[in-house]
């Protein structure tokens, strides 16, 4: 995971560290369709700073916000503590990469990366110079003279990567960058970006609807839902301790169990699950009432499945069920139990053994079981 | 494909129908025969005497100054209508403009030559101006319903053109008319060839419309063919004909490869 | 309905200006809100910068170019016919005791009602322009089927054929067909050699030649919106009604057709709205008899010098076209179908 590589590097905790992006109660409203709610975030200098959520959630339109191509409703945006929240685009310190590349068509891969060089009318060495570096930055060195429509989906995206960074931005906007790539190249790029922004320096913000692309590229994530952001977090936290069933559900798999609190120990809250027919013992820091009903998600690879029951000390975080469907993807297998409550649940099987010893099959019975610190208690 | 003989041969009548009569008329141009439908022997008599009809001389270059006088009017005031209506969203006067532009592409002629004349004369009478109706007069009139034309395909391709071109431009630090300059104006330069060259046989073309306002010294070419045409078929008119088609057949190749060249962009600005 | 009214932002603004108030008191208190939020107003000096100028020049244009000669039209309809220079009488008049009065002169409109000439040329020219729309959609929609169904290679130049007759003369389209079909003429020459007939037949001037001239001149109008419509139609659609168990000619009736009915409307109107005031064919192809109120108009304004009655006639047959141009306008105007056929394709 390139997140994992700046392990250190956590201005966000720091409450001495000045945001580099500052979004103060922006609000965006089309008529009486409200597309960015009252949206406050800080984005710290050097971040990859990732805007998830599924289409018509606002993470576009904040998008179009920082670059400046709509003005906000309501709310203010600085960028090293200047107001630039009426800067039109052509005077903001930023730079974005379009979903659709937007590569001049009239003009050659040279032309388009030259062009906001010559905006800022630099002498032609220093554009020409400028250009050659973006170029290798790239590997498109020797495209140079080509036009768009002569170029590969993969070369124009990074054509469009180039256009962008050569003009030095303190912060990149990427619409989507990979979305128009096929899964293989897009996997391969994913890593490429991540370290040219390494190298560069350069603050990226990045809108995807793609969470894995989130959870790879990305230091900090924020999950955005009907205009507001649901959870702010790195993506380890994020999949690890999904606030709301919302993010559990959208940010990988997960089971989500409905019970009720029976009981608080230590810093465990027992629940039972009704529809499940099953106490669950989770770890939990806050003491809960007794009998409010509660979410709790489980995610499909924390389970462990087993043909023969486990000897454990409680029948707590224990399950019985028979297999009803089976998808092997090659590296894993996704099962569904029916539960004897008649409710599924969603198991994942790391495939380590080869086919002549596989898995427990259809109709077969079987026990699962977790640990207490696999579920996570969601908000409600 | 469904049935391709029944669309093949609806097809080849559909054709047949349309050229048929023009390569008639090519044909005959070529006629010895002062009977225009007898084949009288090849030819080029008619071409000759063309060439030494003042009449028609004077009236086709009176034609084809206003034509590119219109034309060259017409692309800028499309242009400007275009773009606005294309880039502007909804500014006042938005329906207004966008009802004025599309009336005259259906209007009958004669409600558009009529008015246009009732318009210069009261314009005569108050200010004494336009003093004479002629070339002047028929070049305003051709220049509004011919930018009406211009403005739909200025409009057409604007709206199909990828906006985050022009945002990136912006993004990238260039000022809006900067923005139009280098980038609009040669993304659309096809269509606007497209346009000129549209607006320049609108006019070229227009009998009923120029009748109206032309005065007693702005005899068009379409004038002068009308009058012959009443009087009678004559060799000379096809043989007119057929240097007309001849200039506006090599009109459209060209303007036919710039759309195609405007086509191939357009995927690139898809993608 | 009502959900896709608010399906797009720019629906929600088309909303939004419907509320606005529509007076011109409103108009000016709202303005005056505006003006007190200071900052909103620099807002939109900031965003109109350079804008009024490109708006007004084709506002302004077409203001005095298009729109106004229409009241003058209007105006000298209401006015007597005079030997005069121009042949008309001012509305405008300064009384002898310095009054000034209005005269409005209803007669040239009682006139056309009252007399039949005036009224059946009005109703021969909406069927004649009816019956050609008709004529027109029936030889253009085979071909611009045919067209959207060949290789995309062969559509481009197909459609250039279509189009490159619209671009040629008018006038020299019309005159090829005199030549084509008069007494002497080639069609004639054709059926007397084959010996269908034995004496030429009376084509010219005619209804039958009325008819070739209008649907000749009109049929590219009718193709290229038919065109534009089709070609956007998804094969699959057909594939998918064939593999519902629906024949040929039944999933062309069910799915083809309705769905190119857009391109139908606008093809129609596009052929009958300026053949209802279509003066050249009539006058050099249609019989003596056939009389069109295009053709009126003309004679009235350039042989009788009857400038109020050729007004009043004008005026008349706008009221008339003006609900077919609003439907036109609608289908051009809707946000989904900015490629009816002359946009895209012209």
């Not at chain 2, 219109?70 to 242009?79: D, F, M, Q, R, S």
Request: proline letters at 5%; one cysteine or more.
């Amino acid at each position: 995971m390139a997140g994992g590589e700046k392990k250190g590097y956590e201005p966000w905790q720091d409450v001495n560290a000045n945001p580099l992006v500052r979004i103060e109660g922006v609000s965006k409203t089309y008529g009486e369709i409200c597309a960015v709610d009252d949206l406050s975030l800080d984005i710290y200098p050097g971040e990859f700073f990732s805007l998830l959520g599924s289409s018509g959630c606002g993470k576009t339109t904040l998008l179009r916000i920082l670059a400046g191509f709509e003005q906000p409703t309501k709310g203010r945006i600085y960028i090293d503590d200047m107001d630039i929240t009426t800067v039109p685009p052509y005077d903001r310190p930023v730079n974005m990469m379009f979903q659709s590349y937007a590569l001049f068509p009239h003009m050659n891969v040279e032309a388009n990366i030259g062009f906001g060089l010559r905006q800022e009318k630099l002498p032609r060495a220093e554009i020409r110079e400028r250009v050659a570096d973006a170029l290798k930055l790239v590997k498109m060195e020797a495209f140079s003279r080509r036009k768009p429509d002569q170029l590969s989906g993969g070369q124009r995206q990074r054509v469009a990567l180039a256009r962008a960074l050569v003009k030095r931005p303190k912060i990149l906007l990427l619409d989507e960058p990979l979305g128009a790539l096929d899964k293989k190249l897009r996997e391969h790029t994913q890593f490429e970006l991540v370290n040219i922004q390494e190298k560069l320096g350069i603050t990226f913000i990045m809108v995807t609807h793609d969470q894995e692309e989130a959870m790879t590229m990305s230091t900090r994530m924020a999950v955005m839902n009907d205009g507001v952001i649901v959870q702010l977090g790195t993506p380890p936290y994020i999949y690890e301790y999904p606030a709301t069933r919302f993010i559990a559900e959208f940010v990988g798999a997960a089971n989500v169990l409905e019970g009720r609190v029976m009981g608080f120990f230590e810093d465990a809250l027992s629940v039972y699950s009704e529809e499940y027919d099953c106490e669950l013992l989770i770890h939990h820091p806050k003491p809960m009432d007794m009998g409010a009903s509660v979410a709790v998600a489980l995610r499909p690879e924390k389970v462990l499945i087993t043909e023969k029951p486990v000897n454990v000390a409680s029948a707590a975080n224990t399950l019985s069920g028979i297999v009803a469907e089976i998808a092997y993807l090659g590296d894993i297998s996704i099962y569904h139990i029916r539960t004897s409550g008649g409710k599924l649940i969603q198991v994942q099987l790391t495939n380590r053994n080869r086919m002549e010893n596989p898995g427990p099959t259809w109709e077969q019975k079987v026990y699962l079981t977790w640990h207490s610190t696999s579920g996570v208690v969601l908000e409600t | 494909m469904r049935r391709p003989w029944f669309l093949f041969t609806m097809l080849s009548f559909g054709y047949a129908f349309l050229y048929g009569p023009i390569i008639s008329l090519v044909v005959y141009s070529f006629n010895k025969s002062r009977l225009v439908t007898v084949w009288g022997g090849f030819s080029t008599h008619w071409y000759r005497e063309l060439l030494h009809d003042e009449q028609i001389l004077s009236a086709a270059w009176l034609s084809l100054k206003i034509a590119s006088l219109n034309a060259c009017l017409a692309v800028i005031l499309g242009l400007f209508a275009g773009f606005s209506l294309a880039r502007f969203g909804r500014f006042r006067g938005r329906g207004f403009l966008s009802g004025m532009v599309g009336a005259p592409l259906v209007m009958p002629d004669v409600i558009l030559g009529l008015s246009m004349l009732l318009l210069f004369v009261a314009m005569q009478q108050t200010f004494g101006w336009p003093q004479t109706r002629g070339m002047t007069t028929i070049l305003l009139a051709h220049v509004t319903f011919s930018a009406a034309y211009v403005t739909v395909i200025v409009q057409s391709r604007l709206v199909d053109m990828d906006v985050s071109l022009e945002e990136a431009a912006m993004d990238l630090g260039a000022r809006p008319w900067k923005v139009f300059l280098l980038i609009t104006l040669p993304v659309i330069v096809p269509a606007i060839s497209a346009g000129w060259l549209l607006a320049f046989t609108l006019s070229l073309d227009d009998l009923v419309i120029a009748s109206f306002v032309s005065g007693p010294g702005g005899t068009t070419l379409p004038m002068v063919v009308y009058s012959s045409v009443r009087l009678g078929v004559s060799p000379v008119i096809n043989a007119l004909a057929s240097l007309i088609l001849l200039l506006v057949t090599s009109g459209i190749i060209i303007t036919g490869l710039l759309l195609h060249r405007q086509e191939k962009l357009q995927k690139t600005s898809e993608l | 309905m009502a959900l896709n009214k608010w399906s797009s932002v720019g629906n929600m603004r088309e909303r939004q200006s419907a509320v606005l108030p529509q007076t011109l008191l409103g108009r000016f208190r709202l303005w005056l809100i505006n003006f007190m939020n200071w900052r909103r107003v620099r807002g939109i000096a900031r965003s109109l910068r350079g804008r009024p100028l490109v708006i007004l020049v084709p506002i302004l244009w077409f203001s005095i170019f298009f729109l106004l000669p229409f009241l003058f039209v209007l105006k000298i309809s209401f006015a007597e016919s005079l030997l005069a220079q121009p042949p008309f009488s001012a509305l405008l008049h300064w009384s002898s005791d310095g009054i000034l009065q209005l005269r409005l002169n209803v007669g040239n409109f009682l006139m056309l009602l009252e007399d039949s000439l005036y009224f059946s040329a009005l109703i021969n020219s909406i069927k004649v322009a009816a019956i050609s729309a008709f004529l027109t959609l029936f030889i253009g929609y085979p071909m611009a089927l045919g067209i959207s169904r060949v290789q995309s290679s062969w559509r481009l130049v197909l459609l250039m054929l279509v189009i490159l007759p619209f671009w040629t003369s008018f006038l020299i389209r019309v005159y090829a067909w005199i030549g084509l079909l008069k007494n002497n003429g080639l069609l004639n020459n054709l059926l007397l050699w084959i010996g269908i007939i034995d004496k030429p037949l009376p084509l010219l001037h005619s209804d039958f030649a009325l008819y070739i001239g209008i649907v000749y001149s009109y049929l590219p109008f009718m193709v290229l919106p038919l065109y534009a419509t089709l070609v956007k139609l998804d094969q699959s659609l057909l594939e998918a009604a064939e593999d519902l168990g629906c024949r040929p000619l039944s999933a062309f009736w069910r799915v083809t057709f309705p769905l190119s009915l857009p391109g139908v409307i606008a093809g129609s109107l596009l052929v009958f709205i300026p053949a209802v005031g279509e003066f050249v064919i009539p006058d050099l192809l249609g019989g003596p008899d056939s009389l069109m109120i295009g053709k009126i108009l003309w004679t009235e304004f350039f042989n009788n010098r009857d400038w109020p009655v050729a007004s009043a006639i004008a005026v008349l047959m706008l009221l008339l076209l003006v609900v077919p141009m609003m439907l036109f306008q609608r289908i051009q105007d809707r946000p989904d179908n900015h490629g009816n056929g002359l946009r895209n394709e012209l």
